[in-house]
C-alpha cells in the first residue's frame, strides 16, 4: 500500500468518524419527550423608541406554548458610583406573559438591573447572572441563562460581553415569591 493509499484511508476514517458523531447529534436532537428543546432564551440587544435596550430574548421556536413567568438576576462585582439607593444585586422581573410557537418575546432587563445596583447616577459595571423560570404544559423548569460582563451608565447599557470565567456561586433564594403568608392572629 502506497502512501497515496494511505492517505485515502485516513480520509475515509476520518469521514467515518465526522458523519457517526453528526448522527448521533442529531438523534440527540430530535428527543420527542423534551418540550423545551426548541426554545432558546437569551440575553441579547432589541430596538425599543429607537435605541437598543439589553433584553431577555425568549426565542420559541418549539411547537409548544411556553408560559415565562419570571426571570431572576444577580448582580457579582458591582462597581458604581453614586448610587441612590443600597445595592441588592438581585431582583426579580415578573413576564407572565405567553410565547407562541415561532414567536420571540423580547423583555427590556435595562430598569431590572439599575434597580439592583442602587440607582447608580453614572457608569456601572457588573457580572449578570440569571435565572428564568418558565412552564411548557404542565412541567415548571429553570433555565440559568449564560452570564455577561455588561457596563452600563443608567439605563443604558454600553458594553456586554459573555463572561467565560466562572463567577462565584449565588445563593437561589427560592421559587416566585408572590405573597407572604398571613401570620396567624390571635385573638
Known amino acids: 500500500m502506497g502512501l497515496a493509499g494511505l492517505f485515502s484511508l485516513l480520509v475515509l476514517a476520518v469521514a467515518l468518524v465526522y458523519f457517526t458523531l453528526r448522527a448521533w447529534r442529531q438523534r440527540d436532537r430530535s428527543d420527542s419527550t423534551d418540550k423545551s428543546s426548541g426554545f432558546r432564551p437569551r440575553i441579547g440587544f432589541t430596538r425599543l423608541d429607537g435605541m437598543a435596550s439589553l433584553s431577555l430574548l425568549l426565542i420559541n421556536k418549539s411547537s409548544e ?3 415565562a413567568e419570571e426571570v431572576e438576576i444577580f448582580l457579582s462585582g458591582l462597581t458604581a458610583d ?11 422581573q415578573k ?3 405567553m410565547v407562541r410557537p415561532g414567536d420571540t418575546l423580547p423583555i427590556s432587563l435595562a430598569e431590572v438591573i439599575y434597580k439592583a445596583a442602587g440607582d447608580p447616577q453614572r457608569k456601572y459595571s457588573c457580572i449578570l447572572a440569571s435565572t428564568l ?24 447599557a454600553s458594553g456586554v460581553q459573555r463572561a467565560r470565567q ?3 456561586p449565588f445563593q437561589d433564594l427560592g421559587k416566585t415569591r408572590d405573597v407572604p403568608e398571613p401570620a396567624a392572629k390571635s385573638k
Open 65 to 67: 406554548y411556553v408560559w
Open 166 to 168: 466562572p463567577i462565584p
Open 133 to 156: 423560570r418558565y412552564r411548557i404544559d404542565e412541567e415548571w423548569s429553570d433555565k440559568r441563562l449564560e452570564n455577561y460582563k455588561i457596563r452600563m451608565i443608567g439605563l443604558t
Open 95 to 97: 413576564i407572565r406573559q
Open 82 to 92: 453614586q448610587q441612590t439607593a443600597e445595592a441588592s444585586c438581585h431582583e426579580i
